[in-house]
T-cell receptor
Framework: DAGVIQSPRHEVTEMGQEVTLRCKPI?????LFWYRQTMMRGLELLIY????????DSGMPEDRFSAKMPNASFSTLKIQPSEPRDSAVYFC???????????????FGPGTRLTVL | AQSVAQPEDQVNVAEGNPLTVKCTYS??????LFWYVQYPNRGLQFLLK??????LVKGSYGFEAEFNKSQTSFHLKKPSALVSDSALYFC??????????FGAGTTVTVRA
């Protein structure tokens, strides 16, 4: 079985450029999460989708960040314009839950390492 | 408010010795508790979780964890550590909703 797929695995860009990160969740999973991992702040939940609908975006840092899930098999996280402080590893995760139930295991992708110069 | 603490940044053990990675939590209600492991340049891999029932939970790669409600702890254990267990370990807590709150992580080094 394919796990969560993320692309690209590495992204290096210059400040001010637009960055788009992509995620394909595990087939049949109804929940999708975007996380950011930094040394200073650890793992932070950015946004949570359930059945393709954004349920909780309280973790999105600012308006420069946006996320979409146009269908059950694809999601994007966009940063425009990017800044050096956005440098981090961005993870996508999915879980089977269709109702936001607790206790569901989240399965993580390999991450995208973003460097903004 | 919910939080999870991993009091040790690093744990060092010799191969073949028992391994313990500590985790305490602070949540209202009955939490769901998780352990994940992260190898270098990889995503987080699920090890085990506690939902209800037996306080001793067995997971992948020979790991187990014990839920202790009175001490609000969920320590990860392995009776005999391997060099390949060297990684970053995260404890996470979830109330009865989707959110996972992760600890800061504990780096485990198992020396040969």
């Amino acid at each position: 079985d394919a796990g969560v797929i993320q692309s690209p695995r590495h992204e290096v860009t210059e400040m001010g450029q637009e960055v788009t990160l992509r995620c394909k969740p595990i087939s049949g999973h109804n929940s999708l999460f975007w996380y950011r991992q930094t040394m200073m702040r650890g793992l932070e939940l950015l946004i949570y989708f359930n059945n393709n609908v954004p349920i909780d975006d309280s973790g999105m840092p600012e308006d420069r960040f946006s996320a979409k899930m146009p269908n059950a098999s694809f999601s994007t996280l966009k940063i425009q314009p990017s800044e050096p402080r956005d440098s981090a590893v961005y993870f996508c995760a999915s879980s089977p839950s269709s109702g936001g139930a607790g206790g569901d295991t989240q399965y993580f992708g390999p991450g995208t390492r973003l460097t903004v110069l | 408010a919910q939080s999870v603490a991993q009091p040790e940044d690093q744990v060092n053990v010799a191969e073949g010795n028992p391994l313990t990675v500590k985790c305490t939590y602070s949540v209202s209600g009955n939490p769901y508790l998780f352990w994940y492991v992260q190898y270098p340049n990889r995503g987080l891999q699920f090890l085990l979780k506690y939902i209800t029932g037996d306080n001793l939970v067995k997971g992948s790669y020979g790991f187990e964890a014990e839920f202790n409600k009175s001490q609000t702890s969920f320590h990860l254990k392995k009776p005999s550590a391997l060099v390949s267990d060297s990684a970053l370990y995260f404890c996470a807590v979830s109330p009865k909703k989707y959110k996972l709150s992760f600890g800061a992580g504990t780096t485990v080094t198992v020396r040969a």
